[in-house]
């Protein structure tokens, strides 16, 4: 017999009002179960997106830098900003003991660009050394940039092959970013060549805040590793020890503050799915209770005809797994409406990294939840009956 | 409890050799929608089904593969309302679902049909064509108790029984022959 003929699909199509409550029930609880996971999944990914693009184990930023409004609103808000100290530094703290890899990178904000309504963060790197962002600028790009190409971030309204005009000088976009979840999704990216060259024009049209800098003797920050064998505490302190007028800040005790926010709204989701999925679950063995109530004469009949006791309760149950299915995939479906398009709004109001996961780890999330649902619906459905 | 649906404190229901009580639920369900065709007392439809589906519903929660619609429709056109086949249960008035409930408690063919005052709603035309639809069931081997106040139904049956203040006589049998009696 097909499924449109069975007695629990006609119970269901038959009574539209009755059928209509449970799916929204249903509905509410997936939507509220994909929902919410989809948006503690994008923040957990978003923080390891951070961790691992950050790459470097201390960060090394001229002194006046080290504040909240300047090294830690551009790397983990993703605002803009930039400052200097003179690329000495870079040398002091290449020789210092325990230090491995080293790379300098040098910050401008663009004042307005063709892509964006807003400034934009400009990175220069030095492909030489950077072993920080260069390794996802190839997965994205392919090959070193070239002076006066430049890479954007995913975020950002520019594409492969157009145009761009920093402070007036023109650049042209090589590549686009994959989408980080992070500061790098609304930065700009190239060498050290063209960021010079853009620094020097900001220079020449008195746009610069510092006025009296070279712009080929300096650079914003130094991003470094240690060296096999030893710790992240002990270059820490070689550097704050050996070279002055820096601040040495280590980039996970950086992250450890967002870590304690994400903590936090992550826990305050899963305890509203939890309670969500309690009280659903509560007003679904309502809701299946008053219908079981107010069909008794139905199921007497159906006992009349010859329905066993546990046909009966198989009847109760697939009614509720198909309204659970249904109620779910539409859950699922609005979940995706609602969340997918709104990450940028969702992660503006957070105020956290946000990356919303892949395909594959959606279907999951979306399995998952469909789970949930229809195991809360049979579950109502079969405490509803025992009672 | 002669259809298997209340059990017994004492005593025992019998089907042919069959102890009713002494089989499971799962088994007595199906004994009962094979072998006995229940007309309860009172409104007894499924009101999210045709009157055809509810005719059928014992097909439908055993089916053989075989497609009974014909039988079905067969029997509504015996009790008279084969036109509202495809109507809504919901949309027949007390008489027509008592005729609905008499032909889903006649397609399987039952050995036995027990009836609970199966003419109490219906009008005095539509209580003699129940009643010679019933007598002409019993007349093809399937046995029919029929509890009624209805003092017309005397006509029809082959035994009287009286239940009075809880006990249950034989009033009288086609073998005396009464002449209130319409003994085949």
């Known amino acids: ?30 939507l509220s179960i994909f929902g919410g996971t989809i ?58 003991e325990g230090v491995g890899q080293v790379s300098a990178q040098i910050y401008l904000a663009s004042t307005s660009s063709g892509c964006c309504s807003l400034p934009v963060q400009i990175i220069g790197i030095d492909p030489e050394t950077d072993f920080t962002i260069q390794p996802w600028l190839r997965r994205s790009y392919g090959r070193d940039l070239e002076d006066l190409d430049v890479v954007v971030g995913n975020d950002l309204n520019a594409f492969v092959g157009d145009d761009l005009s920093f402070y007036d000088v023109d650049v042209h976009v090589a590549g686009k970013l994959d989408k980080t979840g992070t500061y790098m999704d609304t930065a700009v990216f190239c060498n050290f060549n063209t960021i010079r060259a853009m620094i020097n024009a900001s220079l020449e049209k008195n746009m610069n805040t510092f006025a009296d800098i070279n712009p080929d003797q300096v650079i914003s920050c130094v991003m470094v590793n240690a060296a096999e064998g030893y710790t992240v505490d002990d270059v820490l302190a070689a550097v704050k020890i050996k070279v002055k007028g820096i601040r040495a800040v280590q980039t996970k005790s950086m992250i450890s503050g967002i870590s304690q926010s994400l903590l936090g709204v992550t826990d305050v989701i899963r305890l509203m799915i939890v309670l969500v999925w309690i009280l659903a679950l509560a007003i679904m063995v309502l809701a ?18 010859g329905a066993s006791r546990s046909r009966l309760g198989g009847i ?58 229809a195991a809360a619906g049979c579950l109502s459905s079969v405490m509803a009956a025992r009672k | 409890m002669m259809a298997g649906l209340l059990q017994p ?53 055993y089916p053989d593969g075989a497609d009974h619609e014909a039988e079905a429709m067969e029997l509504l056109e015996k009790v008279g309302i084969g036109h509202l086949a495809s109507s809504m249960a919901s949309e027949l008035s007390g008489g027509e679902m008592r005729r609905m409930a008499i032909a889903r408690a006649m397609i399987r063919k039952p050995s036995v049909i027990l009836a609970d005052e199966p003419t109490g709603d219906l009008d005095d035309e539509n209580t003699q064509e129940v009643l010679k639809l019933l007598k002409e069931t019993a007349g093809q081997g399937t046995a029919v108790l029929l509890v009624t106040h209805e003092k017309e139904a005397e006509r029809y049956a082959d035994i009287l029984m009286k239940m009075d203040s809880g006990r249950l006589s034989v009033i009288s049998t086609c073998e005396n022959n009464l002449p209130e009696q319409n003994c085949f």
Do not use: C, H
């Open chain 1, 1 to 30: 017999m097909g499924i449109r003929n069975s007695l629990p699909f006609r119970n269901l199509v038959r009574r539209p009002g009755r059928t209509t409550l449970l799916l929204i029930l249903v509905t509410f609880l997936s």
């Open chain 1, 39 to 96: 948006i503690t999944s994008s923040l957990a990914s978003g923080l390891a997106s951070l961790e691992a693009r950050l790459g470097a184990d201390v960060m090394v930023v001229p002194y006046e830098a080290a504040t909240k409004t300047s090294l830690e609103n551009i790397v983990l808000q993703g605002n803009t900003g930039y400052f200097y100290m003179d690329r000495s530094k870079l040398d002091k703290i290449s020789a210092l």
């Open chain 1, 288 to 305: 299946f209770m008053l219908i079981i109530g107010e069909r008794k004469k139905e199921f007497a009949i159906l006992r009349v005809v």
């Open chain 1, 316 to 373: 109760v149950l697939k009614e509720a797994l198909m309204v659970s299915l249904l109620g779910g995939l539409i859950g699922v479906a609005l979940g995706l409406v609602i969340v997918l398009p709104f990450g940028s709004m969702i992660e503006n109001m957070l105020n956290l990294p946000f990356l919303i996961p892949g395909p594959g780890r959606l279907a999951l999330l979306a399995v998952v939840s469909l789970a949930a649902s």
């Open chain 2, 9 to 61: 404190t004492e005593g025992q229901v019998f089907l042919g050799d069959t102890d009713l009580y002494r089989l499971d639920d799962k088994a007595l369900s199906k004994l009962r929608s094979k072998e006995i065709g229940v007309i309860p007392q009172g409104q007894t439809a499924l009101y999210a089904l045709t009157v055809l589906e509810n005719v059928l519903l014992s097909w439908t929660l």
